[in-house]
């Protein structure tokens, strides 16, 4: 299928059924990635999309993990792999001509790691420790887990590392982790994703590389659950003494590639803010505006955005007692929204501004390969920067006034961590829950 016009967009195809997409960047490296339906949302048991993520690029059954470091040392490169609530990405960024050797190497990894217990025990298990060592001490990503967990209980609602008390011994194993891969890797739950490489290039060397995956998910193995993502709402408060953090949330929008995408949440969100984008300037958003009062709450606004659901989140952080106070100036400012109390001149900088951040987007190498991945895995279309871009141009205002109402006349989600005898409660600063 051929690409639509706009720099930011891709061609997409099937290569000896695995799907992939490329852009032909101008520039002398590449960015090449594996993105599987493997994140925490489709996990089968605690701890394994974390368990996948440290096994890639150790041993596999051509290579050693000291050979694929001297290799991609002497290539001159950069290996990674991270995973988030809905996908695991495994990728490489090396200098074009070197595309053959490390689409090899990302088919041998998704298809013939060596999951052994040394290794395991060794170096996965004590990495994973250490995330959840650095979980502790982040007051705001407890927070964002706490109110995923509140908002959607199972699936979106698994933390995204576990925390310290998840028995990690009690699923983990070397065994489950294979019969895991199987599952991840198999052809119908990844695509791969380049950016800065031949379309025909690609197609040429994943249908000579990636014929190790199963054609589908093996009946012997863990299969991935795909129930649809269910807002629920609440509310969830956790005492902590090193820090205050709240996330006030609601409903938000799937993506572009999902089939409840409302590119109207993005103008709310940008609308709201908290941050400015302009160097000595409190910016144009409502909640800088409305928040000045309580310059030690520190306000943001993000929309966090997954293939069949999404998360509208305000987050304060800072001097428990200036949360207290901002948070009741988010709740007023949405009632304003709601009630159309907003100059038409803001909701148009806030189309500008959400517009700029989602073609700003596109130029984060890391993200479109992310999004274009999982677009294609859940919904079988590459996430098109420009066509979202134009999405959002369209937005009105009566969009975003209906957009905030519903927020408000849904159950919200409220997490607090830190000093509770001070940090409200859903109820006191007006929400439902």
Known sequence: MAAASGSFSYETGDSAGVKYASRDLAGPTTTLAVVAKSGTRYQVLPGFSSGLEKFAFQATEKRSALRITREAELLGSQLYAYHSRENLVIGAKFLRDDLPYFL????????????????????????????????????????????????????????????????????????????????????????????????????????????????????????????????????????????????????????????????EVSVLAALLGGESSIKWSPGFSLLSKASASHPLAHVKTTHAVYSDAGLLCISLTGDANHINGASREVIKTMKSIAAGAVSKEDIKKAIANAKFQTLESGQDINAALELTGAGLVHGGKAHQIDEVASSIEKVTEDQVKKAAKACLDARATVSSVGDLYVLPFAEDIGLNV
């Open 104 to 263: 090899e190497l990302l088919g041998e990894v998704i298809s013939k790691t060596r999951y052994t217990r040394h290794v395991l025990l060794e170096e996965v298990l004590p990495l994973m420790k250490m995330s959840q060592k650095a979980l502790l001490r982040d007051t705001l990503e407890m927070a964002i887990n706490s109110a995923h967990g509140v908002a959607f209980h199972r699936g979106l609602g698994v933390p995204l590392h576990p925390s310290s008390s998840t028995p990690l011994t009690k699923y983990l194993s070397a065994e489950y982790l294979e019969a895991y891969s199987h599952s991840a890797y198999a052809k119908p739950n990844f695509a791969v994703v380049a950016n800065g490489a031949e379309h025909a290039e690609v197609s040429k060397w994943i249908g000579q590389f990636f014929t190790g995956s199963p054609d589908k998910v093996p009946s012997n193995v863990p299969v991935i659950d795909t129930t649809p993502s269910k807002y629920h709402g609440g509310e969830e408060r956790i005492a902590h003494d090193s820090g205050n953090s709240m996330i006030i949330a609601f409903p938000g929008s799937s993506s572009f590639t999902g089939g409840s995408y409302k590119p």
